[in-house]
């Protein structure tokens, strides 16, 4: 199969049934994410065990593209630590930002497709929102830990009550 039937199978599949769809409550951090140029807006809620991502869910609205990128995100970052994470966005920003003639790195599994987005240069702040937002709520949960490292409940928008909201928007330049 080549990247662009990988592409269109996987990003159909996770935009029609997106996994992890819905909002955590509780919930340990949170993050909103907005791209102003697409539409897309979404907010990543998770809750932490520790350094580790224990569960993670997202909801909003957005393109196929973002939609499925979220989707492809909380399936590879559950159970993971800060630190592949971390790795894993930086990796995973590298094949959308590639030429279009590099492969696509073998190690990111489904994430792999996409790489089809760097055909469709404006595509590549919706397929990154959804990792924007998890990095945002994972700094704002590092800013407002709390001390009993335990879940909080979220307020209305998914975010630990007692905590300021943390936003992001994806740069338009």
């Avoid at 907005?34 to 897309?40: A, E, Q, T, V």
């Avoid at 990543?44 to 995100?73: K, N, P, W, Y």
């Avoid at 790489?115 to 590092?142: D, I, M, N, Q, Y």
Wanted: charged share 25%; hydrophobic share 40%; glycine share 6%.
């Amino acid at each position: 199969m080549d990247l662009k039937d990988l592409y269109r199978d996987v990003i159909l599949d996770h935009n029609k049934r997106p996994r992890n769809f819905g909002r955590l409550d509780p919930c340990d951090t949170a993050a909103d994410g907005n791209n102003p140029l697409c539409g897309d807006r979404l907010t990543v809620t998770l809750r932490l065990q520790g350094d580790r991502i224990d569960d993670i869910r997202f909801e909003g609205r957005g393109c196929a593209i973002s939609t499925a990128s979220a989707s492809l995100m909380t399936e590879a970052v559950k159970g993971l630590d800060q630190a592949a994470v971390q790795s894993l966005h930086a990796r995973v920003h590298e094949a959308l930002t590639a030429s279009i003639d590099a492969p696509p790195p073998e190690d990111l599994g489904k994430l792999a497709a996409l790489a089809g987005v760097r055909e469709f240069p404006a595509r590549v702040k919706c397929a990154s929102l959804s990792w924007h937002t998890l990095a945002a709520a994972l700094a704002h949960h590092a800013q407002h830990a709390h001390p009993t490292d335990r879940p909080v409940q979220p307020d209305q928008a998914g975010r630990a009550a007692d905590a300021p909201p943390a936003a992001v928007a994806v740069s338009t330049e």
